[in-house]
């Protein structure tokens, strides 16, 4: 069987995000959630929390750092502040996801697209969080999925649209109960000057627990370290 193709059975939840739009949920420890690019995303940005203690929330510097990669993809992890494992990436068929760039703002979409109002992944982010008792204060740095960034010798940014490929998809296996946000606004550096974000799918799924020699689990030291720290949250359930 393709890895895009789930079992029906181990489906909890399944749904369409319009362009735009935002997403918040808790995925429990165990399970995945699956961000499908449906039509040639614009990027999609993400913020996640332990669903279970906030204070203790996503560090892109830390994830870049311990795996020697601001570039995720399958294999590699998500980490918190505090050392811990919140999500894996157990299949990507994109390949393009970025930790450098940040999210787009009303400053920003102002600039591109002119003074018409159109939802940006910050605002998005502070709703949802609002949503929850969190504030601004409570807002870091974030992941862009669907976007290559490429940066020159010069330390210049620029955006590959060779990143968007409609019915690729990441899988994030939550390590711990994670409050997680999905942002489904275009990436701040997409060079197209017309605010046109597409659908994307997410579905939550019961994913098989993860095996002895497990990718993600088993990659350096570093993550070995850092799944032990996950689990010893969850040695006495």
């Given at each position: 069987m393709s890895i895009s193709v789930l079992d029906p059975a181990q489906i909890h939840l399944q749904e369409k995000l319009p362009g735009g739009a935002y997403w918040q949920g808790v995925i429990k420890r165990g399970k995945t959630l699956r961000i499908q690019d449906l039509q040639g995303s614009h990027g999609v940005s993400i913020v996640c929390y332990n669903a279970d203690n906030p204070i203790e929330r996503l560090n892109v510097a830390d994830t870049a750092k311990i795996q020697f990669n601001a570039f995720l993809g399958k294999g590699k992890v998500l980490y918190s502040d505090m050392g811990r494992v919140l999500m894996s990436i157990t299949e990507d068929t994109s390949?393009?996801?970025?930790?450098?760039?940040?999210?787009?703002?009303?400053?920003?979409?102002?600039?591109?697209?002119?003074?018409?109002?159109?939802?940006?992944?910050?605002?998005?982010?502070?709703?949802?969080?609002?949503?929850?008792?969190?504030?601004?204060?409570?807002?870091?740095?974030?992941?862009?999925?669907?976007?290559?960034?490429?940066?020159?010798?010069?330390?210049?940014?620029?955006?590959?649209?060779?990143?968007?490929?409609?019915?690729?998809?990441?899988?994030?296996?939550?390590?711990?109960?994670?409050?997680?946000?999905?942002?489904?606004?275009?990436?701040?550096?997409?060079?197209?000057?017309?605010?046109?974000?597409?659908?994307?799918?997410?579905?939550?799924?019961?994913?098989p627990a993860p095996a002895a020699d497990d990718l993600c689990r088993t990659a350096n030291p570093e993550v070995i370290r850092g799944f032990i720290n996950t689990d010893a949250l969850f040695a006495q359930d």
């Open positions: 390949g393009c996801h970025d930790l450098i760039c940040g999210c787009s703002n009303a400053a920003s979409n102002e600039k591109k697209y002119g003074p018409e109002l159109h939802n940006n992944s910050r605002n998005n982010f502070l709703k949802a969080l609002a949503k929850q008792g969190l504030t601004r204060k409570d807002l870091m740095p974030n992941l862009n999925l669907f976007s290559r960034v490429m940066v020159s010798p010069e330390g210049e940014l620029s955006y590959s649209e060779a990143s968007e490929k409609p019915g690729s998809f990441i899988d994030l296996r939550a390590e711990m109960n994670v409050f997680i946000v999905v942002s489904n606004c275009p990436h701040v550096l997409h060079p197209s000057p017309e605010y046109n974000p597409k659908p994307i799918e997410l579905t939550v799924w019961n994913s």
